[in-house]
């Protein structure tokens, strides 16, 4: 997905619609049918990440919730913007949380949490991420 955001002429096309859609309107590019492909994409994705997580976990009402609260604290971790930083911090975030459970399982999501304040305290920006300018 990254070489497509930032490798192609969609890509180019997408990321200037997020900054300037009046523009790239201007330029003739039709900015309302490249939201509808990008929403379509986005929920196919989404959908398909419900679908590949629905036999792992036991789907129940709050887990979407749940689910934020773990995609937050990824990125939080591995730094906004960056894919890489996310991956690495789903990494970080599977490993801290499968050795709190092994090690202290009462507080295993607590671990978590401590490695994100830590995180924030070190690199507000996150693992990989940037800071602002």
Same mark, same amino acid.
């Given at each position: ?35 509808? /492909?990008?929403?379509?994409? &986005? +929920?196919f994705l989404g959908g398909l990440g #419900? %679908? !590949? $997580? ?21 990125? /939080?971790?591995?730094?906004? &913007? +960056? ?5 690495? #911090? %789903? !990494? $970080? ?41």
């Amino acid at each position: 997905f990254w070489f497509v955001l930032h490798r192609t002429r969609t890509g180019r096309f997408i990321r200037a619609a997020a900054l300037d859609r009046e523009t790239l309107g201007a330029l003739g590019v039709n900015v309302n049918r490249l939201y509808m /492909v990008v929403f379509m994409i &986005g +929920s196919f994705l989404g959908g398909l990440g #419900g %679908a !590949l $997580v629905t036999p792992v976990k036991t789907i129940v009402p709050g887990m979407d919730t749940e689910m934020i609260v773990e995609a937050f604290i990824v990125v /939080v971790i591995g730094g906004l &913007g +960056s894919f890489w930083g996310t991956f690495l #911090g %789903a !990494l $970080v975030y599977g490993q801290v949380l499968s050795f709190g459970i092994l090690f202290i399982p009462r507080f295993s999501i607590f671990s978590v949490f401590v490695l994100m304040a830590a995180v924030l305290i070190i690199r507000p920006w996150g693992l990989l991420g940037r800071p602002l300018k």
